[in-house]
């Protein structure tokens, strides 16, 4: 039962160790030869290929699951729809179909704004352009593979992955309204996320992968900063014009119910703070 990563970063290296642990061979997709002798030895397949260069991309492998977790690279100069809409149509041209294709989407989907609480229901009229591509996305994915998975992840953190950490430590104002909310699930628990939609997801349904506990940013930084020894938090609200990473312009509260009733899943972390502590 081959499994096939496109995406094996911060989260998809994590289930890549899961299902080799369990036995299942795993390829993954990198542009890096560097990269690909990273890849074998942590006894994954690895596949020289980009999912922006259609001609790289014509030997991907029969596999009963696909994760599919590309990230925006900035420092490579295409453009968010590029990567986003482009990579995965060019993906989906040669894929064999899988038995489960999960596609790693984000809360951004979401436009609300007024700290309201949403879930999968909830219209999805995003405001930011990462969440207007990444809906487009969705739709694509809808479209050409109908069994596909959503999962609609927040914020990821864990291990050396920790918002505003450095910016902290030095002391820096946050540039951020404190009292807005922040919505997070720690590396781990979108790992268990990712297995439990892989095993017992409805086909063609969304799932929105988030911790029990939306926390405000005053809350979330002042509790980080004391876990680094830093400063107390200072924080300076955004001028109009600013630009704000889509994590800072958002104020909602995503509901995880149907990740914990209909997936099954238990968070070892069900807030920040258990997650931060652990995150060190």
């Known amino acids: ?143 050409r593979l109908p069994g596909a998975v959503v999962l609609r992840f927040a914020g990821i953190y864990g291990p050396g992955r920790l918002l505003r950490s450095q910016a902290l430590r030095a002391g820096e104002e946050i540039v951020a309204d404190p009292e807005k909310w922040l919505n997070l699930i720690q590396v781990e628990d979108g790992v268990a996320a990712v297995l439990a939609a892989e095993a017992r997801a409805r086909p063609g349904e969304v799932y929105n992968v988030s911790d029990d506990r939306p926390v405000r940013r005053r809350e979330f930084y002042t509790l980080l900063a004391r876990l680094l020894a830093a400063p107390p938090p200072r924080f300076r609200p955004p001028t109009a014009g600013t630009l704000l990473p889509p994590q800072e312009q958002a104020n909602r509260r995503v509901v995880n119910r149907r990740l914990r009733d209909e997936l099954g899943v238990r968070l070892a972390y069900p807030s920040y703070e258990e997650g931060l502590p652990a995150s060190l």
């Open 1 to 143: 039962m081959a499994k096939l990563i496109l995406g094996c970063g911060y989260l998809g290296k994590r289930v890549a160790a899961r299902w080799r642990a369990a036995g299942e061979p795993v390829y993954a997709l990198t542009r890096s030869l560097a990269r690909a002798a990273e890849l074998r030895q942590l006894g994954l397949e690895p596949i020289l290929g980009d999912v922006l260069q259609p001609a790289r991309l014509q030997r991907l492998p029969q596999v009963t699951s696909v994760l599919y977790a590309v990230g925006y690279d900035r420092a490579a100069g295409h453009s968010l729809r590029e990567v986003y809409v482009g990579g995965l149509a060019n993906v989906l041209d040669v894929l064999p179909p899988p038995e489960r294709f999960l596609y790693i989407s984000s809360t951004s989907v979401y436009g609300q704004c007024q700290g309201e609480e949403v879930d999968e229901q909830a219209a999805t009229e995003p405001v930011e352009e990462s969440g207007r591509v990444m809906l487009e996305a969705e739709q694509l994915v809808r479209d």
